[in-house]
């Protein structure tokens, strides 16, 4: 099973409050522990070496690299954490099953309930 993973951090890191993840085991927390202990992104070592606490903030199941570099490339994590709260823009969920254009039409008609 393979999983996009949003780490929120309890405070700013330079210009970073997030970090968005992909990870190929069952659990992703496992993965978290491994980037706590120094074995992962860079981004998140530097962070925990300068003592900001990291946690896991989401996690969206079954998801692949394509719709985690979408993710990443729509940047804004801090409008859909659930640990900052300021819940601006609906949790993104991946939908393997539908072609893009059924995805955004369906994501369209959720958005307007």
């Not at 900001?52 to 998801?63: E, K, P, Q, R, S």
């Not at 601006?88 to 969920?93: G, Q, R, S, V, Y």
Request: contains cysteine.
């Amino acid at each position: 099973m393979t999983s996009i993973y949003l780490l929120h951090f309890s405070e700013a890191y330079q210009h970073a409050r997030h970090y968005l993840g992909y990870c190929e085991q069952d659990d992703p927390a496992d993965r978290v522990a491994q980037h706590i202990a120094g074995r992962g992104s860079p981004l998140v070592k530097a962070a925990v070496f300068a003592g900001i606490d990291v946690g896991l903030a989401y996690v969206i199941v079954d998801a692949d690299r394509n719709f985690e570099r979408r993710l990443k490339n729509r940047g804004s994590f801090c409008r859909w954490c659930p640990t900052c709260g300021r819940n601006e823009k609906p949790l993104p969920t991946f939908i393997p099953d539908l072609p893009m254009t059924a995805r955004m039409k369906r994501l369209n008609e959720s958005r307007q309930r």
